[in-house]
Each structure stands twice: as C-alpha cells, then as structure tokens.
C-alpha cells in the first residue's frame, strides 16, 4: 500500500491542510515528495502537492485513489519553504503552495538550448567594481549570508550582476534576477538578454498562459539557466539556484496585495539559505536591509561613485518664497529658467509629480463642500484627458462629470486645488511652446510596447522635456537628460504612515539620479515648502548615511521597524459597526496573549468600493509567532497583512 499526503491548492482552515490519498499501482514508481498531481476534492478535482508519502493508513480509513500525475516536481525542500511561508505570512499551506505551482498544468516539454556567454557585452569594471565582484564571486562558492550593494545611480551594480551571472552559469548553476516591475525596468531585462542570450527565461504577468507556463518549464528543468521578471519569477522552483539578485530592493512592489502577502526578500532569503547567494542592489536600500547590514546578518558592499560623471548638482527652491514673490504657478522661477537655457543646450528634461490629475480635489469656495467619491471616503481627482474634463476616483474608478453648482449650498464658485502631471503639462506647453513635451503616468503606460516607444523617443530625442509620475524615477538611463525638476517634493511626506519620510528620500534619490548621466554632469531643482525636512534634505546631498542614522533613532525610540514585525489586521463590511466588531474581537485575543496592539481604529481610507474599513496594528519581536498563529487560525477570514508596505 502507497499513500501519499497531500497539500491541495486551496485556501483550507489551519485544523486540515494535508489530505491522504491511495497511489494506484500504474503511479508507484513515480510519485515522489514534490510531484504534482490531480486529486478529488469535494466534487472537483484539483491540483496538489505530495508531502510525504507512507506504506500504512493507521486509522484504518477509506481513502480516495490519486487521479493523475502532472509529471512535474516541486523540489521537496520547497516543502519546508511552504510551511514557512504559512507561518510567516498567516495564510494556508494551500495558499502557500500555490505560490510554486505553474500557471496551468501540463506535461513538461523536452528541449535542448546550448548557450553562450558573450563576455564583450559585458563592460569593463572600474577598480571599484571590481573590488566588489573578486570579494563576491568567492561567496559565490560558499554562501553564508546575503550581501548587500549599496551603490549610487549609475554607479554600475548592473555589470557585477552580469559578471556574477556569468560565474553562477559557469559553475553548472541557475540564476534568479528580480526586477521592480517588467515593463519600468527594460534596460535591465534587454543586457540580460544580450550577454545569454536564449538561455534567458522572462516570467511576468504581460506573458500569455502557454508562454508563461513554457517560461516555468523551462527553468524549473534546467533547460535556461536564468529567469528574469518581478517578484513572480522567485516562485518558479529550481534544485539548482546558485544566484539570486534582488535589483532595486527598496521598491515597495516586491510585497504581493493578495494572499500570501509575501515579501520576496523575505522569502528570497527562505530559498536561498544554504544554497546560494542572494545578492540585493539599490541606490536607496530600506531601512530595514541596511539595519540588517549593521546587525551582521547581511555582508554590506559599497559603490561610492559613478561610473562615469559625478552625481548632478542640487539645488532646493522654497516656494514660500515663490509665494512671497507672487509667483503663484507651479513652476519657480529658477526651475523655468533652468529648463529654458536646456532646451538652448539641446538637452532633455524630466519634470516628475508623483501625483496624477489635473487638480488633487474639486472644493465650493462658499460653502467648503468638497467633491468626495460616493463609493469611497477620498476626494474625486480632476482630470482633463483628450479634451474632456471630468471628476475619477483612483480606488474604484468611478467617475462623474464635473458640477457647475455645489451640489450642497448651490453657489457657482467652484475650486480645483493642488496640482497633479495633467495640470503640469499644461503650464508647461504656455510657457514654452515650441517644445517637444510629453507626460506619462499609469494612466498612460499600459503595456511594454507604451514603455519601449517612450524609450526609444527618448533616446532618440524626440522629446524635449518629459514630464510624469515615479514611472520617470524608475529604470530610464537617458544620456542627454541634463536637468531634473522635481515640483512638489513633499508628495506623500506628511501621510500618517512610518515609512512616509523613508519613501520620500527613496523617491527623491531615484528621480535625481536620472540625470547627469552619459556625458552631462546634470543639474536638479527640487522644489518644496518644507526644505528644512531630513527626508528633503539628505535626498538632495544624496547623503543616505545622515538620513539613515536619524531615521533608525526615530523608529528604535518609537518601537518601530526593524525593531518590531508589524502585522496589520483589517476588517470590510457594508456596516462600519461590524467592520469594528471584527478587529475588536482579534484586539481581546491580543490582551488574553499579551500582544502589543494599537487600535481598533478607522482606516486611514476608511471607506473603499462601499466596504466601511476597520484595522488594528499587532507589534511583535519576532515571526514567525505562535500566539499569533491561535490567533489568526480563529479569525482567518479576516484580513492579514503581515510587514504591511501600506498601513493607510
């Protein structure tokens, strides 16, 4: 007798999570820790996971008979990674094991690429380079803990990844490389595939079912050594990873919205642990990394200086003062001066607001009714788009003409405050008319043919001045970009969330390290009415260290990050009442444990799509943690979100 225990795909409570099955004789030979297989489930058939196998069913139990074997293995260690995921991210070993599956299940195909590795694609290092590279193809060999490079932008972190890559193919083993997003992140993607050429498997979201599937399969059985895409791609198994490179660690994408809410250093970590080596690279690290580089739990690799030009030159704009002076638009003096003498030079601009629209909300000057979306407890964005003006909401994108009368008092005075890219663009085509201007945003880059046409007009010049959200902050390596103007530089500085004054110094450093580079030594103009701010101020010295250290005092006096996990814990319900109801319960389980807490309280978006929003903010030493564990198993339908990015 053969029985093989399984973890179904399927979210199941915490009490059952493994299901036991009889192997019929024909499958004996071939079921393994790690197969994939169809198996009954209630009345549907489903697939999972082999866990273990037995020769005895002691309870003596009638069991149901395996159905199928898919002929494709998870390695078994990647058993132990679910359990931790499960315990980790609160979810279960369904969901969990889900994350490792192929996007559709078929039998794996049989190919034979012979690859290549074009070394004269790959630049020579400079002496600081290579100094980081000698040191990191040695940990290549015995990998002991992560390493960190902290390098500015254009400093160069992309050719040490190809080296490494290289070496990691070299001694017969795979390499992972995670990007931010696909799409945001093409120059990346395309040195990959010129240096390995057909031995690069690219995984993401834009790929059709087969393609994706093909992409898994071909990783997952060694027939390309490398994968490349965001944070999916780490989710493709392999018993042969040598390398994994986590390229701009500090972008809040690399945390999944949806169960399980993994973070993929986290889990990086998990599958790389005493088998390779995981190497993460940024300009603007998180707080988080760099603690852990200061704790001895990862190595710290340092590039200090460009590849080629130094760092553009800073200049920060109070606009009290623009007011003071009655300059009432959104552009300084200084800054349309600047961009007028580049367009002279026949250089390029980027102008970046990290804030979509015309106007940020639409107010009655008389009686201060401000327009609020009916599904949603945020202000409607104005938005004037192919000549059309109408009022959107970003969260569940309702949109409505824009009221002539305050539909409360029914004055005519109606107001459109603050400014998004919409509203830049248009100040920008009056002031200089002649220029070649586009503006980008969500909104406008869909796919990644919209990213490869910007690119190309770019680089070709067919653009003078490009003016967008953090889309421009990320990716885009434009030799004749001489001047950056950042607008509103407070965007998002002053939200009632921890790692506000941290996004913003990320931000602020990505969009000033898109220019100067090539042959240009660059020039950025950073506008803000709080130019007394750390975040503002270490971001325009490019000075990480000064800003780290105060910040990382910040959050030990508070008992914040990295010094506690957080784990937040939200309730939706039509009725605001029973959303509180809902996290009130978990806050009891809490004090009977004696967990820390904070709340229950409203959301800081208390209402999205009709749902009323109720959270609680758990603080824990260490995770994953076994109270919590009760805790969730009896409240499971909630809500978790364990080192949420977002706590608004």
Same mark, same amino acid.
């Given at each position: 007798m053969m029985i093989a225990n399984i973890i179904p795909h399927k979210r199941t409570g915490r009490e059952t999570e493994i299901y036991s099955y009889l192997v019929p004789n024909d499958f004996q030979d071939d079921v393994k820790?790690?197969?994939?297989?169809?198996?009954?489930?209630?009345?549907?058939?489903?697939?999972?996971?082999?866990?273990?196998?037995?020769?005895?069913?002691?309870?003596?139990?009638?069991?149901?008979?395996?159905?199928?074997?898919?002929?494709?293995?998870?390695?078994? $260690?990647?058993?132990?990674?679910?359990?931790?995921?499960?315990?980790?991210?609160l979810c279960s070993l369904g969901e969990a094991i889900g994350l490792f599956m192929p996007p559709e299940m078929r039998r794996p195909r049989v190919q034979d690429i012979r690859y290549?590795?074009?070394?004269?694609?790959?630049?020579?290092?400079?002496?600081?380079?290579?100094?980081?590279?000698?040191? +990191?193809? *040695?940990?290549?060999?015995?990998?002991?803990?992560?390493?960190?490079?902290?390098?500015?932008?254009?400093? @160069?972190?992309?050719?040490?990844?190809?080296?490494?890559?290289?070496?990691?193919?070299?001694?017969?083993?795979?390499?992972?490389?995670?990007v931010p997003e696909i799409i945001l992140t093409l120059q990346i993607v395309e040195r990959?595939?010129?240096?390995?050429?057909?031995?690069?498997?690219?995984? $993401?979201?834009?790929?059709?079912?087969?393609?994706?599937?093909?992409?898994?399969?071909?990783?997952?059985? @060694?027939?390309?050594?490398?994968?490349?895409?965001?944070?999916?791609?780490?989710?493709?198994?392999?018993?042969?990873?040598?390398?994994?490179?986590?390229d701009e660690e500090g972008e809040s994408s690399y945390k999944q919205e949806k169960n399980p809410k993994y973070h993929a250093v986290e889990l990086a970590e998990q599958i790389a642990k005493n088998r390779a080596l995981l190497i993460l690279g940024s300009a603007t690290p998180t707080l988080d990394s760099y603690y852990k580089t200061k704790t001895g739990q990862y190595e710290l690799f340092e590039l200090k200086n460009r590849y080629k030009n130094p760092m553009p030159k800073v200049e920060i704009v109070d606009l009290r003062e623009e007011i003071k002076n009655r300059n009432f638009s959104s552009i300084s *003096?200084?800054?349309?001066?600047?961009?007028?003498?580049? !367009?002279?030079?026949?250089?390029?601009?980027?102008?970046?607001?990290?804030?979509?629209?015309?106007?940020?909300? =639409?107010?009655?000057?008389?009686?201060?009714?401000?327009? +609020?979306?009916?599904?949603?407890?945020?202000?409607?964005?104005y938005h004037i788009l192919d000549k059309r003006n109408f009022l959107n909401c970003h969260h569940c994108d309702y949109e409505t003409y824009v009221p002539s009368q305050c539909p409360v008092c029914k004055g005519f005075r109606i107001k459109y405050f603050g400014a998004g890219v919409e509203k830049i663009e248009i100040e920008i085509k009056k002031l200089?008319?002649?220029?070649?201007?586009?503006?980008?945003?969500?909104?406008?880059?869909?796919?990644? &043919?919209?990213?490869?046409?910007?690119?190309?007009? +770019?680089?070709? $010049?067919?653009?003078?001045?490009?003016?967008?959200?953090?889309?421009?902050?990320? @990716? !885009?390596?434009?030799?004749?970009?001489?001047?950056? @103007?950042?607008?509103?530089?407070?965007?998002?500085? $002053? +939200?009632?969330?921890?790692k506000a004054a941290e996004r913003t110094f990320q931000l602020i450093t990505q969009v000033i390290g898109r220019g100067g580079r090539g042959d240009n030594h660059g020039k950025a103009i950073l506008q803000t009415y709080w130019p007394e701010s750390l975040s503002i101020l270490s971001a325009g010295a490019?000075?990480?260290?000064?800003?780290?250290?105060?910040?990382?005092?910040?959050?030990?006096?508070?008992?914040?990050?990295?010094?506690?996990?957080?784990?937040? =814990?939200?309730?939706? *319900? &039509?009725?605001? *009442?029973?959303?509180?109801?809902?996290?009130?319960?978990?806050?009891?389980?809490?004090?009977?444990?004696?967990?820390?807490? !904070?709340?229950p309280a409203k959301a800081f978006f208390s209402r999205i799509r009709g749902n009323y929003r109720y959270h609680l903010i758990i603080k824990v030493k260490k995770l994953p943690d076994k109270k919590l564990e009760e805790i969730f198993s009896t409240n499971p339908y909630l809500f978790w979100d364990v080192d949420p990015e977002n706590l608004l």
């Open positions: 820790i790690g197969s994939i297989a169809a198996v009954s489930f209630g009345r549907k058939k489903i697939m999972g996971v082999v866990e273990s196998i037995q020769t005895e069913n002691p309870g003596d139990i009638k069991l149901k008979e395996l159905s199928e074997l898919t002929g494709i293995e998870i390695p078994a $260690h990647y058993i132990e990674i679910t359990r931790w995921v499960a315990d980790y991210y290549t590795i074009q070394d004269k694609r790959i630049k020579q290092l400079n002496d600081e380079q290579q100094k980081v590279f000698e040191i +990191l193809k *040695e940990r290549l060999k015995k990998p002991e803990k992560p390493a960190l490079i902290h390098g500015v932008t254009s400093s @160069g972190k992309t050719e040490i990844y190809l080296k490494l890559a290289a070496e990691t193919l070299n001694s017969g083993k795979q390499v992972v490389v995670l990959f595939e010129e240096t390995f050429g057909d031995n690069v498997a690219l995984y $993401h979201s834009d790929l059709s079912k087969s393609e994706k599937l093909n992409a898994y399969l071909d990783f997952q059985t @060694g027939v390309k050594k490398i994968i490349v895409g965001p944070r999916s791609a780490l989710t493709v198994p392999s018993e042969n990873i040598g390398l994994v490179i986590i *003096e200084k800054l349309r001066a600047a961009i007028e003498e580049t !367009l002279k030079a026949k250089k390029q601009t980027f102008l970046f607001l990290n804030r979509r629209g015309a106007s940020t909300f =639409v107010s009655c000057r008389d009686c201060g009714k401000v327009i +609020l979306c009916p599904n949603c407890s945020v202000p409607l964005i200089f008319p002649e220029a070649r201007i586009r503006r980008i945003d969500s909104g406008t880059m869909n796919s990644k &043919k919209d990213y490869q046409n910007l690119y190309d007009d +770019l680089k070709n $010049h067919k653009i003078d001045i490009l003016i967008g959200t953090q889309i421009i902050a990320k @990716g !885009l390596d434009i030799p004749n970009v001489d001047l950056v @103007g950042i607008v509103s530089a407070d965007v998002g500085l $002053h +939200l009632p969330y921890y490019q000075n990480f260290e000064s800003f780290y250290n105060r910040e990382i005092g910040e959050r030990k006096k508070y008992d914040l990050p990295p010094f506690v996990h957080l784990v937040r =814990v939200i309730a939706e *319900e &039509k009725e605001a *009442e029973k959303a509180k109801e809902a996290v009130g319960k978990v806050a009891v389980e809490c004090r009977k444990r004696g967990i820390e807490y !904070l709340g």
